[in-house]
Every structure is written in C-alpha cells, then in structure tokens.
C-alpha cells in the first residue's frame, strides 16, 4: 500500500472509532446548526480533529482542507488533503447507521489516494491513482450497464438549494421511469463508494461540495467508470452537481438530465 495511503487508512479508522463510540452513546451528542438543513455535531469535529493530527504527525507541511475547518493552513504544497469527517450527518444525528469518513490525497491538482471508510460494516474502500479500487483489500468495478432498464440509481436531494428542486423532480422523473428504482440513502461519499462497487449502477445529485466527493470520484475513476457534470463535463469540482457511472450509462443519463437544465440549473 503507497504509504500515504496507509495514513489515509489510520486517520479513517481513528475518526470512525469516535464516530462509532459517540452513536452509541447518542445522549452525548451535541447539534449545532450551521443554516437552513444544516447540522454539526461535536462529533464531526472531533473526527476532523483526530484526521488532521494524523495527517500532521508523519506530513506537517502538506496542506489541508476539511469540511469543519476549512482551509486549515495557507500552506503551498503540492500535497493537498480534501477530507469530510463525518459525511452523513443526517443519518447520524437520527440514528440511521449509514455514515462515512472521506479522505482524498491530491498531488499537484490531481486525486492520487482516496479513502471512504463505513465504520458501522466496517467496509474500507481505498483507490490510488492507476492502481485500482479496492473494498476491504478486494478489487471492485463499477458495473457496465448498458441500458436504464434493471439499473438502480442513488441520488440526494436539494436539501439546502430548494430553488432546483423543480428541474431536480423532473431529472428524477425522467429516470426514475426508466430504471428499475432509486436510493436515497443520505451519504454522497458511500453513494460513490457504492457506485465503484457496482451496488448501485450510477448516482447523480446537485451542489455537493469537494470534500462530499474527491474520495468518491477518484474510487469511482479506478473502478472503471466516469464522473462528470450534467453536460458530460469536468465542472461539477466547482457546481458540485454530479453524475458517476459507466460510460455507456452516461450518456443515457446525460440524455435525461440535459433537457431540463436551465439558468437556474445549469452543468
Ligand atoms: P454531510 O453529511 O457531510 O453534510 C446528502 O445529500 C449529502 O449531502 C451528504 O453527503 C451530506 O454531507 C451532504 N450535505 C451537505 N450539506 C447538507 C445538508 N445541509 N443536509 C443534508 N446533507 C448535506
Ligand atoms: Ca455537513
Ligand atoms: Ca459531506
Ligand atoms: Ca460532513
């Protein structure tokens, strides 16, 4: 294992291991509210905290981004940590085990390690650059679907930008008629993750942010398959909005998704 990697791996294990002993002790946790729909806990904070001082202790000059910190050093490196500690804070805060650590690693503007860690099945899903995707050491592929029909599709909804909530049904409609079902499971890094797999056939969702999917994009490009924006595009880095599939899927989702972008909506 690239020995960065390896870091990636221990950061994940340690942030699900508080994760893990705050959801069982759920009086403990406290919510905070960052907006509209919008939650934190202590625990996503002491997640970021314990990924931090691990990526710290063996790379203190590597810069870091995370979710609760944002932007935690003004460091130029070329060694760049995009990380969401806790992705699936819905679910946490309600109880619903289905929750994730996500750790991305880029060298010089490119994704070269990834990690999404499931710390309730205890699924570890790891990817470096041109070397595969791999769940708990196994090799994982994106399923080569050629047609919608019998696919399942994971989503998330537009649960803070609700003015895209009427071209969001309708992408949804024009799909959900021809798949066989759709998830909406609550985790963006494990609808990812769960893409490269080949559990789910594809995903889309609208406006997520670069630590919800630099860990999923990399697993999902290693695994055979290919994330882009609503128009086919590398845009969604800076929209958030994203599809990750196969690529002869793709092109049928793009077909479904394109007619109802708009101004409001747009790759
Ligand atoms: P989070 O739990 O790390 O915030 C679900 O659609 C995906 O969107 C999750 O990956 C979730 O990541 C992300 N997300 C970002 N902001 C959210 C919000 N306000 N409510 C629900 N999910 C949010
Ligand atoms: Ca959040
Ligand atoms: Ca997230
Ligand atoms: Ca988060």
């Known amino acids: 294992m690239h020995p960065m990697l390896n870091i990636a791996v221990r950061a994940a294990r340690t ?3 508080v994760i893990v002993r705050a959801f069982e002790q759920a009086d403990k946790i406290e919510v905070e509210s960052k907006g509209t729909n919008d939650f934190v806990t202590n625990v996503d ?34 060694y760049q940590w995009i ?3 806790l992705d699936g804070t819905t679910n946490f ?11 991305a690693l880029k060298v010089k503007g490119k994704l070269d390690q990834a990690v999404i860690y499931d710390p309730i099945r205890g699924e570890l899903f790891t990817a470096s650059r041109g070397k595969g995707a791999q769940l708990n050491g196994f090799r994982i592929r994106v399923k080569q679907n050629k047609e919608l029909a019998g696919a399942v599709l994971a989503t998330g909804f537009p649960f803070k930008q609700k003015q895209h909530m009427p071209a969001y049904i309708n992408m949804f409609q024009a799909l959900f008629t021809k798949t066989s079902d ?11 993750a769960y893409v490269a797999a080949g559990r789910v056939d594809g995903f889309f969702e609208i406006g997520l942010k670069p630590w919800d999917t630099a860990a999923g994009e990399l697993l999902v490009i290693e695994a055979g398959g290919l994330v882009t924006d609503f128009t086919g595009g590398h845009n969604y880095v800076k929209s958030g909005n994203i599809v990750a599939t196969s690529s002869r899927l793709l092109k049928e989702i793009l077909k479904d998704i394109r007619p109802h972008l708009g101004t409001a909506l747009s790759k």
């Open 15 to 17: 942030a699900g291991n």
């Open 45 to 78: 904070i002491a997640a970021e905290q314990a990924i931090v001082d691990t990526i710290r202790k063996s790379y203190p000059e590597h810069s870091i981004i995370g979710e609760e910190t944002g932007v935690s050093d003004g460091k130029d490196s070329d």
């Open 83 to 85: 990380i969401d500690p």
């Open 93 to 103: 805060v309600k109880g619903i085990p289905h929750f994730a650590v996500s750790i």
């Open 182 to 192: 759709m998830r909406r499971a609550g985790s963006a890094a494990l609808d990812l």
